[in-house]
């Protein structure tokens, strides 16, 4: 047999050989019985989403959970405290002393006829006015506190360096943004839910990374916070309440902007690679996933939220 014969049978037994391997055709019962769908083009039609065309019963992520947030009056605080409020959680506003900046927050979240916020004055820097907080959320709600979001803070707005700080200024610093932040996560460590759900939120900066001039006793106040949630975390082993720091970058804030001339908000758009200040909605979502069931699993960590600043 002459090779140009060998190659013509061993085609055909190959290409009969195919033939026989292939699948019948295959009809999807969706279809009608006289109708077959090649398997080699068929594909798969998109399934409809009944769900978006009927109501829906999931209920939000922080339905009736009691929160409290340090410094809801105003700026990142405020917009954290609508945010969670917008999620399903009740909300105890807390301010140090500007009540109708924390009456107008609560009205916006009280439009209904039922009692979803209520305001609290307390200098988060005395252990028995936040002790206050916890027990005023706990009889307003009838409930036990599910999330401490601390907020508050104070930034000295002469910015002086190190060697022109007074003690006084130091010592206010450290009296509102560490020891407030050390009394608000050991009243919540000892009384938020345990079991699951408990979250402790701090407030940073992202200055503890930068470390600009001129920021030295803000930026060592909130770098003893963040050293704080990470010992807190693990010492909270075993409650399912977890602890965790945002950080944000520079935010169009009163306080940001406090001080500050306009040469150095240029210069803090400019070292974003966003091009732009932060705003306090960049940083409210950040927190509400945090406090969520789907935040879980992050604990003990540092967020920051800052645009690529740092």
Not at 69 to 95: C, F, Q
Not at 133 to 150: G, K, P, Q, R, Y
Request: with cysteine; net charge neutral; glycine share 8%.
């Amino acid at each position: 047999m002459t090779s140009l014969h060998q190659f013509l049978r061993i085609t055909i037994i190959f290409i009969t050989a195919k033939i026989t391997l292939l699948p019948p055709p295959v009809c999807i019962k969706a279809c009608p019985s006289n109708v077959s769908i090649d398997p080699y083009t068929f594909k798969t039609p998109p399934i409809l989403n009944h769900s978006m065309a009927e109501p829906s019963t999931t209920a939000p992520p922080l339905q009736d959970r009691v929160a409290i947030v340090t410094g809801a009056s105003r700026g990142i605080g405020r917009a954290i405290a609508l945010h969670l409020a917008s999620l399903g959680a009740k909300l105890l506003i807390n301010y140090a002393s500007n009540s109708a900046e924390a009456d107008l927050v609560a009205a916006q979240i009280n439009t209904g006829s039922t009692v979803r916020a209520i305001t609290f004055r307390a200098d988060i820097s005395y252990p028995e006015q936040v002790k206050s907080l916890f027990d005023a959320a706990e009889s307003a709600f009838s409930s036990t506190v599910h999330i401490l979001v601390n907020s508050a803070g104070v930034l000295d707005s002469k910015y002086p360096t190190l060697a022109d700080t007074t003690v006084e200024d130091f010592d206010l610093t450290f009296s509102v943004n560490a020891r407030g932040a050390f009394l608000c996560c050991r009243e919540a460590a000892n009384r938020i839910k345990r079991g699951g759900g408990g979250r402790i939120i701090c407030l940073t900066t992202s200055l503890v990374a930068s470390l600009k001039p001129r920021y030295m006793a803000y930026t060592a106040s909130k770098a003893a916070v963040e050293a704080m949630v990470k010992i807190l975390a693990k010492e909270l082993k075993g409650t399912g309440i977890t602890a965790n720091a945002v950080a944000p970058g520079p935010v169009a804030t009163e306080m940001f902007y406090a001080g500050k001339t306009e040469e150095a908000v240029n210069k803090a758009v400019e070292e974003c690679p966003l091009g732009r200040l932060g705003e306090t909605k960049d940083v409210a979502p950040v927190v509400g996933f945090l406090a969520s069931d789907s935040g879980e699993w992050v604990n003990g960590q540092i967020i920051r939220v800052n645009g690529g600043y740092v």
